[in-house]
């Protein structure tokens, strides 16, 4: 496992948070911590989580009934609280992902205008 | 304190799971290679501040509960502007139904629940030595003088009386309704003086004004403070002046005697309070100290101040202890009471009103309902949704009631200010705020939860399949019609308990034939100063006075009286020799008799120079002679006096009580004549002849002004306002209850014909008579409403005895009262069920038919 120098992180932009847990939670159900390092890793750790800020996230989720949090015993048999999407964070997952298209392809084409949006 | 444990559960379950997160990325790290200590310390350093981030997911808690909050209230307020007409009539009804029960809570919570406006209210209390004779429980002075001396169980003891009198104000002579203490009546009042200083228990001629008479009498001019006024024909400093707000509660015997507010505070002199005048004492209980073991403390000192100096002490019963509160507000509870469940009745009837509306459309709503729980909303998510948009409602409703009462007690209080003890205290404060807002979140909850039920109940998906068009479910009509029968159950209890204080109060003004009050004007005097002190004077004033008053144009007749109570009298048909009883011995003119409208029954007039002769009034004549005729008999005044005549019974002081026995005698005889009533027959408007009336008399003596200048009607309503208050409530709230069971009826009838156009189409089609259809709607409203009566008369029956207290010569159970709120109901009902039953007969068959 690489360490990248801190430099080539990039911050999470606000709001980015929810969707990434909606996406990492749609491959099953996940405590925190794998949550996290599911986030960096799937980024190739470009992505830096700023860990404080995912429990408040969690329980947003929760509240707006996106995902469920259930206990459950981890590997070694000790307690471990479980985040699980519902039925309902699914299709805001949908939702979220076709926003999240269409902003980043709104900001491509001012950043780069021109052809070069041609080639994704 | 369920939230704040539920969020503790919340907080401890987040800390476990940061524990966890914090120990699986040490154990990485460490898998990493990095000595466990450094890798705990890198854990933790890239996690960041853990309070922090417990913090923020706490606030998450409260903040999403409050956006969907939020969102819940912006969606039911955009529900209730897209039916104005359902919303408008929902919030007035609610209005209405809060309204009251604002305004009878804020009376309540002035009356019962507030503490007296003086320094440690609980521990203030009533000293009373009742005297079954004359009920009251007036205190010896001696007595009062005694315990103050010698008890040890109070802080401080105050004795205080009402006593007018005559002040000349650099404006005019007036009397000033005032009230004579002595001992710690300022320490126990917690009053402070806003000018000059208070008398002290040793000052004799000193006056202590209220500010209205400084205002008023004095043009609030603060340099009379210091300077001598004539009060009674003598001259007292005018020590200084109570702050506008001072106000001490007094007995309501005392204001229905002396309804106008305090002028003044004179001085009680000790020479009086040992010479044996009654008066009326108020303590301090010392810290730790009970009642029981104070009202021991002053039977042990009675005993003692009777074997010390023995005096008449009359059959009284002896010191008794009660909380100051309890003595001055106690009468009026069982009416206040009466009045909070008869606020609750109102509002319940207005629920049930909402819920029966909410129902119908909640029907209509259903398909709206399933959509929102097909997409994801959750049957709690929806019900919840539904109870905040009644909850909406009922704050609004909540809100405009509040105005109302607002207005509601300003009436009241302007109106009859003496009717409840601490009216004047009543307002809209923090309390009453409180209670308005619970009581308007309790019946938005109470009326959204039943389409809530209704709708938990039905399948949604079946909802969606139905297609557009919603069947009024047939289970949904019979609750609204339970609904509906609730409604005119409460209504016909609330009808009938103000039928009954209405037929009470009927009984109270059941006069005589030929008995006009309010031809009969009627006013005081009090002879004060030293050109009165001796009878001849007083007699002749009072001559002066009667020739003056008869004299003048438009009086038909005119008289003076002056009543007095005489104790340890004998009756002629006592069987025992030691029996004796408290007489009232009525000292009147002939006039007086003849200007109140008394008939002679039998026998003759008396003279007003005559001695020696009584009349009786019939009452009297039972009491004292029994079965045996009274005329031409002696009976003891203490002197005695030959029965010359029988005069009929008149209740011209209390009409709610038995017309007192009396035995009147001629106005010479009086013992002593200090003041009197004077009582004015007139052949015109006797209200406009008052102050006609009052410069004539002035005339006589510009110093002895008259007072209480009111028609006898004005005075008789005045002596029973607490009763008039009650009825007034009462009677408004039974009126708006038979209002809202006429809409319910209404609503329900009207909505069941409008969702059986086709049905009854059809029956016509099939050659049902339009009488035949008009006869089945209301057929199915009377069902409805009787079944509500039956509920309500029964409900009543057990109910009524709660306010016999307050009923006067009618028995709770009164059959004429319960008869007529039944046929009132009826009425109404079959007013309900007309108006659609009529719709429903020019139903066109036709065209029902085609419209499906």
Not at chain 2, 508 to 520: D, K
């Amino acid at each position: 496992m690489s360490t990248r120098n801190p430099e080539s992180r990039v911050e999470l932009l606000q709001g980015t948070l929810d969707v990434l847990i909606l996406r990492t939670l749609l491959l099953g159900p996940a405590h925190g911590h794998a949550i996290v390092k599911a986030i960096e890793r799937n980024s190739e750790e470009v992505l830096q989580v700023e860990q404080g800020s995912l429990y408040p996230a969690l329980h947003r989720l929760i509240k707006r009934g996106w995902i469920s949090a259930e206990e459950g015993n981890s590997e070694n048999n000790r307690r471990a609280k479980y985040y699980r999407l519902t039925a309902r964070g699914r299709r805001q997952l949908h939702v979220e992902t076709a926003k999240w298209e269409k902003l980043a392809r709104a900001i491509g084409r001012i950043l780069r205008p021109g052809g070069e949006e041609a080639q994704p | 304190m369920r939230l704040s444990r539920k969020i503790g559960r919340m907080l401890d379950s987040l800390e476990d799971d940061i524990r966890d997160h914090l120990e699986r990325e040490t154990r990485d790290n460490i898998a990493r290679g990095m000595p466990p200590g450094e890798a705990r310390h890198a854990a933790l350093r890239k996690f960041g501040n853990v309070t922090r981030a417990m913090e923020d997911t706490r606030e998450v808690w409260s903040r999403v509960w409050l956006a969907q909050l939020l969102q819940d209230m912006r969606y039911g307020l955009r529900i209730l502007f897209r039916n104005p007409g359902f919303a408008a009539v929902a919030i007035l009804t609610l209005a209405f139904g809060i309204g009251m029960n604002t305004a009878v809570f804020s009376v309540v919570h002035a009356v019962l629940l507030r503490p007296l406006a003086c320094p440690h209210p609980e521990r203030l209390v009533w000293i009373g030595d009742y005297d079954p004779n004359i009920k009251t429980s007036a205190v010896d002075g001696p007595d009062f003088c005694y315990w103050r001396e010698h008890a040890q169980s109070y802080t401080g003891m105050a004795a205080y009386g009402p006593q007018q009198a005559a002040m000349v104000t650099p404006k005019d002579a007036r009397q000033v309704s005032g009230v004579a203490i002595a001992g710690d009546f300022w320490a126990l009042t917690g009053a402070r003086p806003a000018l000059g200083r208070l008398f002290g228990p040793q000052e004799r001629d000193a006056v202590v004004l209220a500010w209205d008479l400084f205002e008023q009498g004095f043009a609030a001019d603060p340099l009379v403070v210091g300077r001598s006024v004539t009060v009674d024909g003598r001259s007292v400093t005018i020590a200084g002046v109570l702050p506008k707000d001072f106000r001490f509660q007094f007995p309501m015997w005392w204001q229905s005697l002396e309804p106008r507010p305090v002028d003044a505070y004179l001085p009680l002199p000790a020479k009086d309070i040992a010479m044996g005048r009654t008066v009326n004492v108020v303590a301090s209980l010392k810290p730790g100290i009970l009642a029981a073991r104070a009202t021991a403390e002053l039977d042990v000192l009675e005993k003692r101040a009777q074997e010390a100096s023995p005096h008449y002490r009359g059959p009284a019963t002896g010191p008794r202890i009660q909380p100051l509160p309890d003595y001055l507000t106690g009468a009026a509870r069982p009416a206040l009471f009466v009045l909070l469940a008869a606020g609750a009745f109102v509002l319940l009837i207005a629920v049930l009103n909402i819920a029966s509306v909410l129902l119908a459309r909640a029907t209509v709503r259903q398909r709206e309902i399933a959509i929102r729980a097909a997409v994801g909303a959750g049957r709690a998510r929806v019900v919840r949704q539904l109870l905040m948009e009644s909850i909406v409602l009922a704050v609004i409703g909540g809100a405009a009631g509040l105005a109302l009462a607002r207005g509601a007690l300003a009436m009241l209080i302007h109106l009859s200010p003496n009717a409840v003890p601490r009216l004047w205290e009543t307002g809209i404060n923090g309390s009453v705020l409180a209670f308005t807002l619970a009581v308007s979140i309790g019946a938005g909850m109470l009326f959204g939860f039943v389409p809530a039920l209704a709708l938990w109940r039905t399948s949604l998906s079946g909802a969606l399949k139905d297609g557009a068009r919603t069947s009024p479910g047939a289970a949904g009509l019979r609750l609204r019609g339970l609904l509906v029968s609730g409604e005119l159950a409460l209504a016909t209890v609330l009808l009938i308990g103000a039928g009954l204080m209405l037929k009470s109060f009927w009984r109270m003004y059941a006069h005589p034939p030929g008995f006009a009050p309010e031809n009969i004007l009627t006013m005081k005097i009090r002879l004060t100063g030293d050109r009165y002190s001796e009878k001849p004077a007083q007699e002749a004033y009072v001559r002066e006075l009667l020739r003056r008053v008869a004299s003048a144009p438009g009086v038909d007749a005119a008289g003076v009286s002056n009543w007095f109570l005489w104790d340890g009298v004998p009756f002629p048909s006592d069987t025992s020799p030691n029996q004796s009883h408290v007489i009232r011995l009525n000292a009147a003119s002939t006039g007086y008799l003849q200007a109140l409208g008394i008939r002679l029954l039998r026998g003759r007039w008396l003279g007003d120079a005559e001695s020696g002769a009584v009349l009786l009034n019939r009452s009297m004549a039972r009491q004292a002679f029994g079965a045996v005729d009274p005329l031409g008999r002696r009976i003891s005044t203490p002197a005695p006096a030959t029965v010359v005549g029988i005069v009929a019974d008149l209740k011209y002081s209390h009409l709610d009580a038995d017309p007192p026995a009396e035995i009147y005698l001629p106005y010479q005889q009086a013992p002593f004549f200090g003041g009197a009533s004077v009582a004015v027959r007139t052949s015109g408007d006797a209200a406009a002849m008052g102050p006609a009336m009052r410069k004539l008399i002035s005339g006589i003596d510009p110093t002895q002004p008259v007072y209480n200048v009111k028609t006898l009607a004005q005075a008789l309503s005045d002596a029973i306002a607490p009763r008039r208050f009650n009825l007034f409530l009462l009677g408004t709230f039974a009126a708006v209850a038979l209002l809202l069971a006429l809409v319910g009826i209404y609503g329900v009838i009207a909505y069941s014909v409008a969702a059986r156009t086709r049905e009854i189409g059809v029956r016509m089609a099939l050659g049902a008579q339009r009488r035949a259809v008009v006869r089945m709607v209301v057929r199915e409203g009377m069902a409805m409403a009787l079944a509500g009566l039956a509920a309500g008369l029964a409900g009543a029956w057990g109910l009524t005895h709660l306010i016999a207290s307050l009923l006067y010569e009618v028995k709770a159970g009164d059959p004429p009262t319960f008869a007529a709120a039944a046929g009132a109901l009826v009425a109404t009902a079959m007013l309900a069920c007309w108006v659609p039953a009529r719709s429903a007969a020019r139903v066109d068959p036709m065209v029902a038919l085609r419209y499906e």
